[in-house]
Protein backbone atom coordinates (compact mmCIF):
# COMPACT_ATOMS: atom_id res chain seq x y z
CA UNK A 1 0.00 0.00 0.00
CA UNK A 2 1.97 3.52 -1.11
CA UNK A 3 1.37 6.15 1.17
CA UNK A 4 3.11 8.65 3.64
CA UNK A 5 3.81 6.74 7.43
CA UNK A 6 4.43 9.32 10.41
CA UNK A 7 5.19 8.03 13.78
CA UNK A 8 5.00 7.10 16.63
CA UNK A 9 1.17 8.64 16.61
CA UNK A 10 1.61 10.43 20.43
CA UNK A 11 4.85 11.63 21.75
CA UNK A 12 5.82 13.17 24.67
CA UNK A 13 9.00 15.59 25.44
CA UNK A 14 10.65 16.33 28.70
CA UNK A 15 12.06 19.80 29.43
CA UNK A 16 15.52 19.87 27.45
CA UNK A 17 15.04 17.07 25.49
CA UNK A 18 15.35 16.61 21.72
CA UNK A 19 12.78 14.08 20.17
CA UNK A 20 12.51 12.99 16.77
CA UNK A 21 9.47 12.55 14.47
CA UNK A 22 9.39 9.86 11.66
CA UNK A 23 8.74 10.42 8.39
CA UNK A 24 8.86 7.79 5.83
CA UNK A 25 6.67 7.56 2.18
CA UNK A 26 6.87 5.09 -0.24
CA UNK A 27 5.62 7.31 -2.96
CA UNK A 28 8.59 7.81 -5.31
CA UNK A 29 7.88 11.97 -4.35
CA UNK A 30 10.68 14.14 -4.46
CA UNK A 31 9.62 17.18 -2.49
CA UNK A 32 8.29 16.73 0.85
CA UNK A 33 7.34 18.94 3.84
CA UNK A 34 6.85 19.77 7.70
CA UNK A 35 4.04 21.64 8.79
CA UNK A 36 2.48 22.53 12.25
CA UNK A 37 -0.91 22.86 13.43
CA UNK A 38 -2.07 24.18 16.72
CA UNK A 39 -5.67 23.96 17.99
CA UNK A 40 -7.73 25.98 15.64
CA UNK A 41 -5.24 27.39 13.49
CA UNK A 42 -4.19 26.80 9.91
CA UNK A 43 -0.68 24.48 9.06
CA UNK A 44 2.37 26.66 9.66
CA UNK A 45 5.22 25.64 7.09
CA UNK A 46 8.47 24.46 9.33
CA UNK A 47 10.99 22.67 6.77
CA UNK A 48 10.90 20.81 3.14
CA UNK A 49 13.13 19.71 0.95
CA UNK A 50 12.44 19.51 -2.97
CA UNK A 51 15.11 16.65 -3.44
CA UNK A 52 17.57 14.52 -1.26
CA UNK A 53 20.44 16.15 0.14
CA UNK A 54 18.98 19.64 0.07
CA UNK A 55 16.14 21.67 2.38
CA UNK A 56 14.73 24.46 3.21
CA UNK A 57 13.50 26.77 6.14
CA UNK A 58 9.88 27.39 6.13
CA UNK A 59 8.03 30.09 8.09
CA UNK A 60 8.92 28.49 11.48
CA UNK A 61 11.71 26.60 11.82
CA UNK A 62 13.37 28.01 14.77
CA UNK A 63 13.93 25.45 17.01
CA UNK A 64 13.68 22.32 15.06
CA UNK A 65 16.02 20.99 12.59
CA UNK A 66 15.72 18.37 9.95
CA UNK A 67 17.59 15.87 7.57
CA UNK A 68 17.32 14.22 3.92
CA UNK A 69 19.41 11.51 3.01
CA UNK A 70 17.30 9.34 1.22
CA UNK A 71 14.16 10.25 -0.59
CA UNK A 72 11.86 8.35 1.55
CA UNK A 73 12.88 9.62 4.96
CA UNK A 74 12.05 13.17 5.90
CA UNK A 75 12.67 12.92 10.35
CA UNK A 76 12.16 16.50 12.01
CA UNK A 77 14.05 17.03 15.47
CA UNK A 78 12.06 18.95 17.66
CA UNK A 79 14.93 20.88 19.74
CA UNK A 80 15.22 21.77 23.30
CA UNK A 81 15.49 25.54 21.60
CA UNK A 82 11.84 25.02 20.96
CA UNK A 83 10.14 26.43 23.94
CA UNK A 84 6.52 26.08 23.01
CA UNK A 85 6.39 22.64 21.07
CA UNK A 86 2.98 21.41 22.27
CA UNK A 87 1.41 20.74 18.56
CA UNK A 88 0.22 18.10 15.83
CA UNK A 89 2.86 17.76 13.21
CA UNK A 90 1.95 16.15 9.82
CA UNK A 91 4.55 15.41 7.22
CA UNK A 92 3.64 15.72 3.64
CA UNK A 93 5.08 14.72 0.17
CA UNK A 94 4.29 15.84 -3.81
CA UNK A 95 5.97 14.51 -6.96
CA UNK A 96 7.54 17.73 -6.85
CA UNK A 97 6.72 20.97 -6.19
CA UNK A 98 3.63 22.59 -7.47
CA UNK A 99 1.94 19.37 -8.12
CA UNK A 100 -0.82 17.37 -5.60
CA UNK A 101 -0.22 17.26 -2.25
CA UNK A 102 -0.45 14.13 -0.05
CA UNK A 103 -0.88 14.07 4.06
CA UNK A 104 0.84 11.29 6.38
CA UNK A 105 -1.59 10.91 9.78
CA UNK A 106 0.48 13.41 12.18
CA UNK A 107 2.01 13.01 15.22
CA UNK A 108 1.03 14.52 18.27
CA UNK A 109 3.70 16.07 20.14
CA UNK A 110 3.01 17.30 24.02
CA UNK A 111 5.30 18.43 26.68
CA UNK A 112 5.10 16.47 30.37
CA UNK B 1 4.20 35.89 1.82
CA UNK B 2 0.61 35.37 -0.04
CA UNK B 3 -2.41 35.63 2.23
CA UNK B 4 -5.25 33.02 2.49
CA UNK B 5 -8.55 33.80 4.11
CA UNK B 6 -11.18 31.30 4.32
CA UNK B 7 -14.68 31.56 5.61
CA UNK B 8 -16.90 31.17 6.90
CA UNK B 9 -14.79 30.15 10.19
CA UNK B 10 -17.50 27.92 11.35
CA UNK B 11 -20.36 26.38 9.61
CA UNK B 12 -23.04 24.26 11.28
CA UNK B 13 -26.07 22.22 9.13
CA UNK B 14 -28.26 19.86 8.88
CA UNK B 15 -27.79 16.37 6.89
CA UNK B 16 -28.99 17.53 3.59
CA UNK B 17 -28.18 20.81 3.06
CA UNK B 18 -26.40 22.18 0.60
CA UNK B 19 -23.31 25.16 1.82
CA UNK B 20 -20.11 26.86 -0.01
CA UNK B 21 -17.14 28.14 1.59
CA UNK B 22 -14.86 30.18 0.09
CA UNK B 23 -11.07 31.13 0.04
CA UNK B 24 -9.87 34.55 -0.82
CA UNK B 25 -6.00 34.76 -1.81
CA UNK B 26 -4.02 37.73 -1.88
CA UNK B 27 -1.82 37.49 -5.18
CA UNK B 28 -1.83 35.30 -8.42
CA UNK B 29 -1.18 31.52 -7.64
CA UNK B 30 0.41 28.68 -9.95
CA UNK B 31 -1.71 25.93 -7.87
CA UNK B 32 -4.70 25.55 -5.29
CA UNK B 33 -5.30 22.38 -3.06
CA UNK B 34 -8.90 21.71 -0.87
CA UNK B 35 -8.35 19.36 1.60
CA UNK B 36 -10.61 17.81 4.39
CA UNK B 37 -9.63 17.05 7.85
CA UNK B 38 -11.40 14.57 9.66
CA UNK B 39 -11.98 14.47 13.40
CA UNK B 40 -8.59 12.08 13.88
CA UNK B 41 -6.48 14.60 12.17
CA UNK B 42 -6.16 13.02 8.70
CA UNK B 43 -5.75 15.47 5.98
CA UNK B 44 -7.12 14.39 2.34
CA UNK B 45 -6.70 15.90 -0.66
CA UNK B 46 -10.59 16.94 -2.27
CA UNK B 47 -9.50 18.86 -5.17
CA UNK B 48 -6.42 19.79 -7.23
CA UNK B 49 -7.35 22.80 -8.97
CA UNK B 50 -5.67 26.47 -10.41
CA UNK B 51 -8.57 27.40 -12.41
CA UNK B 52 -11.63 25.63 -13.76
CA UNK B 53 -14.62 23.65 -12.21
CA UNK B 54 -13.92 19.82 -10.55
CA UNK B 55 -16.83 18.13 -9.54
CA UNK B 56 -16.48 14.52 -7.48
CA UNK B 57 -19.32 13.12 -6.18
CA UNK B 58 -21.52 15.75 -3.74
CA UNK B 59 -18.13 18.13 -3.83
CA UNK B 60 -17.54 20.40 -6.22
CA UNK B 61 -14.83 23.13 -6.58
CA UNK B 62 -14.33 26.72 -9.15
CA UNK B 63 -10.88 28.87 -9.29
CA UNK B 64 -11.53 32.15 -10.64
CA UNK B 65 -7.81 32.77 -10.48
CA UNK B 66 -8.23 36.28 -12.36
CA UNK B 67 -10.47 37.29 -9.48
CA UNK B 68 -8.23 35.54 -6.84
CA UNK B 69 -10.59 32.64 -5.34
CA UNK B 70 -12.12 29.47 -5.17
CA UNK B 71 -15.19 28.09 -4.01
CA UNK B 72 -15.91 24.40 -2.84
CA UNK B 73 -19.75 23.38 -2.92
CA UNK B 74 -21.17 20.69 -0.90
CA UNK B 75 -24.38 19.04 -2.13
CA UNK B 76 -26.83 16.93 0.33
CA UNK B 77 -24.22 16.96 2.93
CA UNK B 78 -24.00 14.15 5.32
CA UNK B 79 -22.31 13.84 9.02
CA UNK B 80 -18.93 12.03 7.43
CA UNK B 81 -18.64 15.71 5.74
CA UNK B 82 -17.93 17.02 9.19
CA UNK B 83 -14.10 18.43 9.81
CA UNK B 84 -11.98 21.12 8.52
CA UNK B 85 -11.61 22.08 4.97
CA UNK B 86 -8.46 23.93 4.28
CA UNK B 87 -7.41 25.38 1.04
CA UNK B 88 -4.13 25.80 0.19
CA UNK B 89 -2.66 27.66 -2.68
CA UNK B 90 1.26 28.12 -4.03
CA UNK B 91 2.38 31.64 -5.17
CA UNK B 92 5.73 32.57 -6.90
CA UNK B 93 7.67 30.02 -4.45
CA UNK B 94 5.86 27.33 -5.11
CA UNK B 95 5.40 26.26 -1.38
CA UNK B 96 2.10 25.59 -0.37
CA UNK B 97 0.45 28.33 2.31
CA UNK B 98 -2.44 27.24 3.97
CA UNK B 99 -5.66 28.79 5.33
CA UNK B 100 -7.21 28.87 8.33
CA UNK B 101 -9.75 26.55 7.61
CA UNK B 102 -13.57 26.09 7.71
CA UNK B 103 -14.99 23.71 10.63
CA UNK B 104 -17.96 21.83 9.13
CA UNK B 105 -20.11 20.28 11.68
CA UNK B 106 -23.61 18.35 10.03
CA UNK B 107 -25.84 17.09 12.23
CA UNK B 108 -28.23 14.07 11.37
Known amino acids: DGGITQSPKYLFRKEGQNVTLSCEQN?????MYWYRQDPGQGLRLIYY???????QKGDIAEGYSVSREKKESFPLTVTSAQKNPTAFYLC???????????FGSGTQLSVL | GIQVEQSPPDLILQEGANSTLRCNFS?????LQWFHQNPWGQLINLFYIPSGTKQNGRLSATTVATERYSLLYISSSQTTDSGVYFCAVEGGSYIPTFGRGTSLIVHP
Open chain 1, 49 to 55: SQIVNDF
Open chain 1, 92 to 102: ASSQQVNEKLF
Open chain 2, 27 to 31: DSVNN
Open chain 1, 27 to 31: LNHDA
